[in-house]
Every structure is written in C-alpha cells, then in structure tokens.
C-alpha cells in the first residue's frame, strides 16, 4: 500500500456514501460534553450512546462535505499537522494524529511518530492504549494544552492531562477509574515531552476501567468517529444479521398493532356493557402496551446487529426510550380515566365550574408529563444540558413577553375566567364586544381564547384578555326570567275599560297553563300590572310575569329548559292576553293620526 495520502481508501467507501447523503440531513443535535482542559466549573456530563450517535452522524456529514467540496486536501502523512515533542501539545496531538494514519492504513510511519512520544522501550501495544485512552477522555484540542510559549513562562517540567490537566470529573461518574491512574507527560534533559513511565504502566487498567465509555473526536477528525461507529455495522453484522433484524423488527410491529387492537375491541365491548371506566383503561392501555410488547420484540432484534464498542449501549438506550414513551402514555391515559371519574361524580354532586376546573387541571398534567419526558429524554440519553437550556428559554421567554403582550394577557385573562368562574362550558351568555353584542354557548375555554357558538351557528374566538374589564351576562346561571309586557289600548274607552284591559291581561298572567308552563305556582313572584303611562296615540298598560328555569334554587345550566323554552312561553302568554282581551270585547290600538281641514275665511266682501 502507497504511504503517500491520508485519504481514506478501505473496504466500504461506495455504500459508506449513500448511506452518508441520507444522514447528512438530519441535522446534529448540539449536547453538553466537557471539554478537555476545559475549566472546573463545567458541567460534569456523561456521553452516552445516543450523543456518541449524534456526533457520528455530524462526523459523517463533515467528510461527505470534505468528499464533495472541490480543493486540494492536506497530506498528513508528509505534511503533518503535529510531528515533534516540543510540548505537551505538540506531544499529545502528534500521537492522536499519527494513530489516525495507523487507522488509515499508514501502519509504519504513524507507529514511528507516535512513538516518539512514548518513553523508551515502549511497544505499538503501549501507543494504542495511549490513543484509546486519549479518546475517551478527549474531544482533544490543541487550543486547550499548554504550547512552547505557555511551558516557557510557567518553567514546569511535568503535565497531568488526566486526572488534573483538565475537567474530567464527569469519568468518575461515568466510570470507575482506578484511583492511581495517571496521564502524564514529562520533559527530559534533550527538552523533548513525553509520556511518563507510571502512564504507560498503569494504561491498561485504565483503558479496562474506560472500555464502556464511547471515542470522542474532535471537529477536525475528518470523518474518523463516523467509521468507528458504523463500520462494525455495515462490515459485520452480514446478509443474514439484517435479515434478522428486520424480519423480528416487524414481527414486533405487526404483534404490537394487535395487542392495541385486541385492548381496543375488549374496550368497545366494555362501553356496550355500560363500564365506561374499564372502556377508558383499555383504550389507554391498548397503545401503551402495543408500544412494550412491541419494544420486548425489537429488544431481540437488535441483538443481531454488530453495533461496536461505541454504540454496544443502544442494545439498552433504545428500548429505554420506547418504555418511558410507553409508561408517559400509560399515566396519560390514567389521568383521563381519573379525571373522566371525577367529572362524573362532580356531575352528580358539585358545580359545573368543578367539572371545568377538573378538565382544566387534566390539560395541565397531560402537558406537564409530556414536559417531563421530553426533559428527561433530552438529558439522560442526548446530553443536552437542560438547565443552560431553560435559562435560554427564560430569556426567549422575557423578550416574547414584551413583543406579545396581548398574549401574556390573554393567559391572565383565562386566570381570571378560572378564578372569578363568570361561566363555564355549556353555559349560555350575553358579550358586549366591539363588534357588537353576541349571544351563544361556551364551546371551550382555553389558555388563550374562548370558543362560543351563536344563535346563528357562528364559532366565535373570543380573547380572554376582554373578559378582564368587559360586561358579560350569564344566561345560564339564572334561576328564573323577569318578562315585561307592554299593552296599547286606544283613546276614547273609558276608566273602566283602562281597569278591564288590566283585569284581562291579569288573567292571563294567571291562566293555570301559564302558571303550569312557567313552574311558577307557590313561587314568590306574582304578576304585575299597571296604567303605566299618556302616550301620543294610545294608553300604555304595562304587566311583569315570571318564568321559572325549575325548582327552587336551581338555574338553567341545571334543567333542560332555556331560550327557546322561554321563546314557547312568551308565545303561550301573548296568545292568553289575546283571548282575554277578545272575551272581554276589548281592542288594541295603534297608531293614528287625525287631519282637521279648515276652510280659510274669506273676509268681508
């Protein structure tokens, strides 16, 4: 093999890039590792699979860009970035770049300068250790160790890269090192750094204590995390291992949709059996154990893939995630039964403004679950550092705010829908808005508007924030209805025919039909009437009637009765009032208007 180019020329370069163009578009997701040399007061992180996973992927996406982009690349193996012993460095990168060559195919000139870094006497076998270790406690930069410049101002002789060199207290809680493992570069009489004795005697106990813990590469690691992580995938695992595992993968789909369906047909049996609680629990058990069986199934089937040493811990971080999904689900579907339990017997007992407040606090635990996972998905198996990330979220937050105001009032609006309970959903009301009045019922009242539904038919979005200083009247809660009726009788009758038209409309206030229909019978309201008024063409009669929405105490949202009921009723009143009036020889009058023509006089002759 030609030792004269570091590009790379192994066993799977055709599908290697096709399979690279699919993952070059997923974008890489951005997780919190610690940096090596980065300060103490870092975060202390575990890389776990799925962030080795990610970081393999944007690996990939790097030497696809660097397979595709025109220019001339570097040639390291006669060009190196790093080839000398000048400082820690210089020392460090000089061996993680000439083991790279070693990967690549360049087996002799990178084992001879990565020796150089070793003491004297040390073996190939000693130079891998060194690298292995040097990747699981990296990302290395070159930045972050000590140069020429930095060993001259400070005079030091001896570097500890691990463990006080840098931040590296997340690989105690990742691993469990032995306690006097040490990296360690020293500077001998010739000025050269290289790796202590007690380094390389201790390095293969601490590559053993590190084996679990995934390589990290740099930016610059033109593609190398990428093949350390798919190729025992691809070269591996054979015809017969994906067959496999993508024969048992749909085994475990197919016997996942029939454990839901088989739940959901005992559930539908359950609500023809009127046990709407035990329907309800089906339901929700039905996806949530689909997802378990099916998670048990794609368990085995991914033991027939050769995933590698860094990604062996998605054999364990996959099926975690499908069963937190699955139990999320699981408390889901519990707080819909609950709540769905409650509302039923706060339906027989309490108010409807409990009913509202127990679907209101279901949203709520649906949305805070959800959060949750999400959370703990986002920082046990990505690596995201959920605290810097609510902190950003905080201060996106604060600038919506400002830029959203009307939002953040409409929020406090529907507080103050909850707090002050001026309806509930189902009731009816009256809205004066700006665009005039709206009368309808309450559809559903979120966080940031209301739903009611006019007389029309009309969905009308109402925001909350006009609830805060706007009248609104509650049809709804209303226990009975105060009706005027106003009566024109004509000029000319007289006083006993004004006490005759008031006898007559008295009667059919009290007609026992309309007492019956109005539910007013022993009820404190009595009907009214009165010679209310002189007016241009007739003589005003005004009567008062009640009409009640049910038995004492209760209100419309409580009966069956309400505007067309009362609409009925208002009908049945007038028709009496006609008949009295009719039996009693009575009329009504209407407006008139009389023309005197006057002859003008002449005048004497």
């Known amino acids: 093999m030609r030792e004269g180019s570091c590009r790379t020329h192994n066993a799977f370069p055709s599908l290697l890039f096709v399979f690279l163009a699919c993952l070059a578009l997923l974008p890489a997701v951005s997780h919190a590792q610690t940096p090596a040399g980065g300060g103490n007061d870092a975060p202390a992180e575990k890389p776990g699979a799925f962030s080795a996973l990610m970081d393999a992927i944007d ?50 000139v990178g084992y001879e300068r990565a020796l150089r870094s070793l003491p004297e006497g040390a073996s190939r076998e000693d130079a891998r250790n060194i690298h292995e270790i040097l990747l699981r406690l990296g990302p290395l930069s070159a930045v972050q160790l000590p ?65 679990a813990l995934p390589p990290r590469y740099d930016q610059s690691d033109s593609g190398q995390l990428f093949l350390e992580v798919f190729a025992p995938l691809i070269q ?40 709407r609680f035990m329907a309800s629990t089906l339901r929700g058990l039905g996806v949530s154990g689909g997802l378990v069986v099916f998670t048990a199934i794609f368990t085995v089937a991914i033991g027939f893939l050769e995933l590698g040493s860094v990604l062996r811990g998605l054999r364990y971080e996959i099926p975690r995630v499908f069963m937190i999904i699955a139990s999320a689900m699981f408390i889901i579907s519990l707080i819909d039964v609950v709540s769905a339990f409650v509302r039923e017997r706060v339906g027989e007992d309490g108010s409807h403004y409990d009913r509202m407040v127990v679907t209101m ?122 009706r005027e009726v106003n009566i024109a009788v004509p000029y000319g009758g007289t006083a006993e025919d004004i006490d005759n038209a008031m006898e007559a409309m008295r009667e059919a206030f009290n007609d026992p039909d309309v007492i019956e229909d109005a539910m007013a019978k022993d009820r404190d309201g ?51 009032i006609v008949e009295k009036f009719q039996e009693r020889g009575l009329e009504f009058a209407f407006p008139t208007q009389t023309v005197v023509l006057e002859k003008d006089d002449p005048g004497p002759a």
Request: net charge negative.
């Open 526 to 576: 009595e009907p009214h009437v009165s010679f209310s008024d002189f007016k241009e063409s007739w003589l005003a009669l005004r009567g008062y009637h009640y009409y009640y929405m049910g038995e004492e105490a209760e209100t419309q949202r409580e009966t069956d009765r309400g505007w067309f009921s009362y609409l009925d009723h208002c009908s049945l009143v007038n028709r009496k």
């Open 361 to 482: 606090i279901r949203r709520i635990l649906r949305i805070f679950i959800i959060a949750l996972v999400l959370m703990f998905l986002f920082q046990n198996l990505l690596g995201v550092n959920i605290g810097a990330l609510l902190v950003g979220f905080g201060f996106v937050a604060l600038a919506l705010s400002l830029a959203a105001q009307d939002t953040v009032k409409n929020v406090f609006g529907a507080v103050s829908v909850f707090i002050n309970r001026p309806f509930v959903i189902g009731d009816w009301i009256v809205f004066k808005g700006e665009a005039g009045e709206h009368i309808g019922v309450i559809k559903d009242i979120q966080l940031q508007a209301t739903k009611l539904l006019d007389l029309n038919g009309n969905l009308i979005t109402l925001p909350n924030m006009l609830f805060i200083d706007r009248e609104v009247q509650n049809l709804s809660a209303r226990g009975h209805i105060r």
């Open 147 to 211: 140069g020429p410049r930095q060993v001259e101002e400070s005079g030091d002789r001896r570097f500890e890269f691990f463990p006080r060199g840098a931040d590296h207290a997340w690989v105690w809680e990742a691993a469990d090192p032995p306690a006097d493992a040490v990296i360690a570069l020293a500077t001998g009489a010739d000025g050269r750094w290289t790796m202590t004795e007690r380094t390389i005697e201790g390095a293969p106990d601490l590559l053993e204590s590190l084996a």
């Open 236 to 275: 591996e695992t054979g015809i017969i291992g994906w067959i496999a595992f993508i024969a048992v993968t749909l085994g475990a789909i197919a016997a996942g949709i029939l454990f839901s369906k088989a739940l959901h047909w005992a559930a539908r049996r359950a609500e023809n059996l009127d046990q």
């Open 59 to 108: 690996s990939g996406s790097r030497m696809l860009i660097d397979q595709i982009q025109p220019g001339k690349e570097r040639d390291l193996v006669d060009n190196p970035r790093f080839n000398s012993q000048e400082s820690p460095r210089h020392s460090l990168m000089t061996i993680v770049e000439a083991m790279a060559l070693v990967a690549r195919g360049h087996e002799t």
